[in-house]
Structures are given as C-alpha cells and as structure tokens.
C-alpha cells in the first residue's frame, strides 16, 4: 500500500507559476513510475505528465508540453509538477498516480494503481 498526497495547488493569474508537490508514504515510489493526471469540471480525467522510476523516460500531454515539468525526487519520495504560463483550460483538480506495473511512463490511466486526493487549481483569466 501506497498512500499520496497532493499539495501546491490553489488560484493563480493565468500566464502565473505553481508547483504540485506528491508526498508518498507506505512504501517507497523509487522503482515506480508517477504520473499526473487533472479533472476539470465536467469532464473526463485527463493525462499530464509521467515519469519512469529513473527519471530516464517522461511523457506530456500535447496540451502542457514546453509549460509543464515533472520531476521527481526519490530520496524524498515526492514527485513534483512544475507549472509554468498557466491558461484558464488548465483549471482542475490534479492528481498524482502511482504505477507499480513496472512500465515505464505511462500515459494510460488504467496503468496507474494508487491514487492521491487531487489539489485544486484554479487559473483565473
């Protein structure tokens, strides 16, 4: 078991910065791969971003590439989103995911088999 906690999210000017933050605890995340995913109102959950254990391969969606980073610290058991010219679509509420299927970066959210909370974000225009 795996329990993640998103932090970091809140209200930001659009073209504004915010970085989430997913603190794990329960066992360590150091050979799992860590997405992001985000939930806007009436809509689907959508993919973001994920990252392999080693930080060696990362995907984006098309939609964040160039504005969004993810990285991840191991030592600390924390994987972060960082969130640069934020937009009005990218209000939602994030979500951190773990991956204990050994694949890789993946963009596919039945690959992902524990779930954080979210943290809302809020980009106002």
């Known amino acids: 078991q795996v329990q993640l906690v998103e932090s970091g999210g809140g209200l930001v000017q659009a073209g504004g910065s915010l970085r989430l933050s997913c603190a794990a605890s329960?066992?360590?995340?150091?050979?799992?791969?860590m997405g992001w995913f985000r939930q806007a109102p009436g809509k689907e959950r959508e993919f973001v971003a994920a990252i392999s254990s080693s930080s060696s391969s990362i995907n984006y969606a098309d939609s964040v590439k160039g504005r969004f980073t993810i990285s991840r610290d191991n030592a600390k058991n924390t994987v972060y989103l960082q969130m640069h010219s934020l937009k009005s679509e990218d209000t939602a509420v994030y979500y951190c995911?773990?991956?204990?299927?050994?694949?890789?970066?993946?963009?596919?959210?039945?690959?992902?088999?524990?779930w954080g909370q979210g943290t809302q974000v809020t980009v106002s225009s």
């Open positions: 329960g066992r360590s995340i150091s050979m799992y791969a």
């Open positions: 995911a773990a991956d204990f299927g050994l694949r890789g970066a993946s963009m596919v959210e039945t690959s992902y088999n524990y």
